[in-house]
């Protein structure tokens, strides 16, 4: 493992441990070249995965760039970590055991925006702003007047 901080392949796993839903390894690690410490995490991939953009363009999936999507829309919001993180091992495992090598960005899209739906509900208007491109104030209306009749209200 390269060390973030001066690049060097000399580093040393220090600790070893699952998370907390066994999903993936931490690890600690020491440069013993700069001494810097970082954390890792190993996760199983079941498969290469290929995202089908709307334009024709394909690009590996990137687990990292959607968990940057929800942490957007969630952010400052009163949302468990975990809930979070179950939600996003949740849509990669779907992804994964559909059986399709390449995913369409709208199936993602979705699946975001049903788990969003489940979790908070202003998580969800802000992640459906950017996901349906909304132009205008009348759009988040017209949304926000089919979420009061299709999202169970928050407790």
Do not use: H, W
């Amino acid at each position: 493992m390269r060390c973030p901080f001066c690049s060097s392949e000399e580093t040393q796993v220090k600790d070893s441990r699952p998370t907390e839903d066994n999903t993936a390894i931490r690890r600690r690690r020491a440069c013993a070249t700069c001494g810097a410490r970082f954390t890792t995490f190993e996760r199983v991939q079941l498969r290469e995965l290929t995202v089908l953009k709307k334009d024709g363009q394909r690009s590996v999936f990137e687990r990292d760039k959607l968990e940057r999507s929800i942490s957007i829309a969630t952010r400052k919001r009163p949302v468990d970590q975990d809930r979070i993180d179950r939600m996003i091992n949740g849509i990669v495992r779907q992804l994964e055991s559909s059986g399709d090598q390449e995913i369409p960005s709208e199936k993602i899209g979705e699946l975001v925006m049903e788990g969003l739906a489940q979790l908070d509900s202003v998580s969800y208007v802000r992640f459906a702003s950017v996901y349906k491109d909304f132009r205008e104030a009348k759009d988040f209306e017209e949304f926000i007047g089919e979420l009061s009749t299709t999202v169970p209200t928050e407790r």
